[in-house]
């Protein structure tokens, strides 16, 4: 059941359910995906290498790391999920600008991004890829956007 009772008119009716479904996407189920993202971020990047030439930012200081840049976008009813984490310039890299996490997920030489000394942290270490994983083999984006639209009245079961 929506949330209006009544309706005159059907377009009415789909421009409401349109907006309550996106708004769900944006707010809702983004939510959900950064959630599994950052577990990745904490399972897949940092548990299995820890940096010898710098210093990680820190959650919420503009890392790999920091739910800021896991930014969200609807168009049509579909959300699209980018992790826009800038490199760092203090580190004086011969990468700029965001592409960190392609570069984190892809390891070295993939997508013309490179990390500027070698080690093991050049593997690929797929945080991305394993969200991506999570996302299709459970529920848990589409219990995040049933929970979003009970939240805004309407009956999903």
């Given at each position: 059941?929506?949330?209006k ?13 349109r907006s ?14 950064k ?5 990745y ?6 548990s299995?290498?820890?940096?010898k ?6 959650r ?6 920091d739910p ?6 609807v ?10 984490t800038?490199?760092?310039d203090g ?8 592409g960190?996490?392609?570069?984190i997920?892809?390891?070295?030489s ?5 990390y500027?000394?070698?080690?093991s ?8 890829d394993?969200?991506?994983d999570e ?23």
């Amino acid at each position: 059941m929506s949330k209006k009772n009544e309706y005159d008119d059907i377009d009415m009716l789909l421009n409401d359910i349109r907006s309550d479904i996106e708004d769900t996407l944006i707010n809702d189920v983004l939510d959900e995906v950064k959630d599994i993202e950052l577990k990745y971020v904490e399972e897949d990047v940092f548990s299995v290498y820890s940096p010898k030439v710098y210093e990680r930012r820190g959650r919420g200081t503009g890392g790999i790391d920091d739910p800021n840049n896991i930014v969200g976008t609807v168009n049509n009813m579909q959300l699209e999920v980018d992790n826009i984490t800038r490199f760092n310039d203090g580190y004086f890299s011969s990468n700029h600008g965001v592409g960190l996490a392609d570069l984190i997920n892809d390891g070295d030489s993939r997508d013309g991004y490179y990390y500027d000394y070698p080690g093991s942290f050049n593997k690929p270490r797929p945080f991305l890829d394993n969200t991506i994983d999570e996302i299709e083999k459970t529920d848990s984006v589409e219990n995040a956007l049933a929970n979003g639209l009970m939240k805004r009245k309407y009956d999903v079961t």
